[in-house]
């Protein structure tokens, strides 16, 4: 009850309240910042592994290089079936599908575009959840083997869509007694597919195994296998079986491999941001050691009359305490709504930025995905609410001590 009246300040202690009043939003927006840097770390890091897992291998499985006597090194592998069922044997692989890959230029009319080519059967592409299920997808993936399949970045870059043709121009094509000449072929696009990622999307074409390996001059021959398995986030402990699996020169390349330093920076940044966010927090609780010192200045008189009535240190100090705490509280409650308002409507809110800022709030092309993404994660909200109520708590209690500390005596010497 004295808390909460020495909460309500009167017009002559204005100060007091005003001090309140800072103290309760710094918090509430230091809590609302800290859990939107962490719905956002954690949705930006979901979205990245998830674009990587959803349209990439999760293990890819080459073969030592042979140098041939013209000096090329030769990295194909010729028994690419035998090999993908010794791998499909190995606990945990989901699917093998042998690949062939190979850069070409992407041409229609005027405009052209550099592309990286995916020979794969259609029943492996079918597996590929960020092509298979696109929800941007155009045409039919069924019709695979009639033509091929295009990212959404390839088509906008060339302005094409289902039905077109366009050409295909490999610099190592046809052999003859003068050389090798550059291969050009027409292909109609089948199906568009956008993966989420904006790399993947710009460059990317699946052609009909088959025709890849008559294009590439891979007759009989893939360049790689694509394994994916029931536990990407296990993938290094499988790496040893899979290795075996793939004889003696097998090389085994994981997704974590390819974006092990990316994923690690992410870490180190989640990390360095939380300290930062913490000291956000810490100043806004200093806030209350400051309305709590004018409080317990402004309150000497009632401390004195309250002691010598026989209130206990103890009852004083829970007084200033509950003051403190009760601005803590409050301020971390709001912060909580805000941050989770903002994460779950994070779309409709970066989309209103990215209108006032012209379209150019996001740039997909040095962040890889197209929109900002934002998790909010039960471990993340109650982190920042533990850290904000510890902090306040902490805080309060010197000026509480100081408070029941007081001795009357001097409190109502000049009373």
């Known amino acids: 009850m004295i808390a909460w009246r020495y909460l309500r300040a009167r017009r002559a202690e204005g ?66 079936e035998a090999m993908a069922a010794s791998v499909a044997q190995v606990p945990g692989v989901t699917r093998v599908a042998p690949l062939v890959r190979g850069q070409v230029m992407a041409n229609k009319s005027q405009a052209n575009a550099g592309v990286e080519i995916y020979g794969i059967t259609l029943e ?14 155009l045409g039919e993936i069924d019709r695979f083997e009639e033509g091929i399949a295009v990212g959404i970045g390839v088509a906008r870059t060339l302005g094409v869509s289902v039905g077109d043709t ?47 390996q008559s294009f590439f001059n891979r007759d009989g021959i893939a360049d790689e296998l694509e394994v994916m398995v029931e536990e990407p986030e296990r993938v290094d402990d ?65 401390i004195g009359i309250l002691r010598t009535m026989g209130l206990s240190e103890g009852s004083v100090l829970r007084v200033f305490f509950i003051c403190g705490a009760f601005t803590g509280i409050i301020g971390t409650v709001l912060g909580v709504i805000l941050g989770c308002f903002f994460a779950i409507y994070v779309d409709q809110i970066f989309g209103f930025v990215n209108y006032l800022s012209g379209g150019t709030a996001w740039d997909a092309s040095i962040r890889g995905i197209y929109f900002l993404p934002a998790k909010l994660q039960f471990a993340d909200v109650m982190s920042a609410v533990a850290l904000s109520l510890g902090l306040s708590f902490v805080v309060t209690i010197f000026p509480a001590r100081r408070a029941a500390r007081m001795n009357p005596v001097e409190a109502l010497r000049y009373e």
Do not use: C
């Open 124 to 137: 492996n592409l079918k597996t590929i959840p960020r092509v298979a299920g696109s929800d941007q997808a």
């Open 15 to 80: 100060g007091v309240s005003v001090m309140t009043w800072i103290s309760l939003i710094g918090i509430t927006l230091a809590v609302f910042a800290l859990i939107a840097t962490l719905a956002v770390r954690s949705g930006f890091r979901a979205e990245f592994v998830d674009t990587i897992l959803g349209a990439n291998a999760h293990v890819t499985i080459y073969q030592f290089g042979e140098v041939q006597a013209s000096g090329r090194v030769d990295r194909s592998i010729s028994e690419y």
């Open 166 to 212: 366009i050409k295909l121009i490999s610099p190592n094509g046809v052999r003859t007694a003068l050389g090798t000449s550059p291969r050009v072929k027409a292909y109609e696009i089948v199906y568009v597919f956008a993966a989420g990622r904006y790399d993947i999307d710009r460059t990317r074409i699946y052609m009909p195994f088959l025709e890849a």
């Open 238 to 302: 499988m790496a040893p079986d899979l290795l075996q699996a793939a004889g003696e020169r097998g090389q085994v390349w994981t997704w974590r491999d390819a974006s092990g330093s990316f994923l690690n920076a992410l870490d180190i940044e989640d990390r360095v941001m939380f300290v930062i966010l913490s000291v956000l927090v810490l100043i806004a609780a200093m806030n209350i050691v400051s309305g709590l010192i004018m409080l317990v200045k402004n309150k000497g008189r009632d």
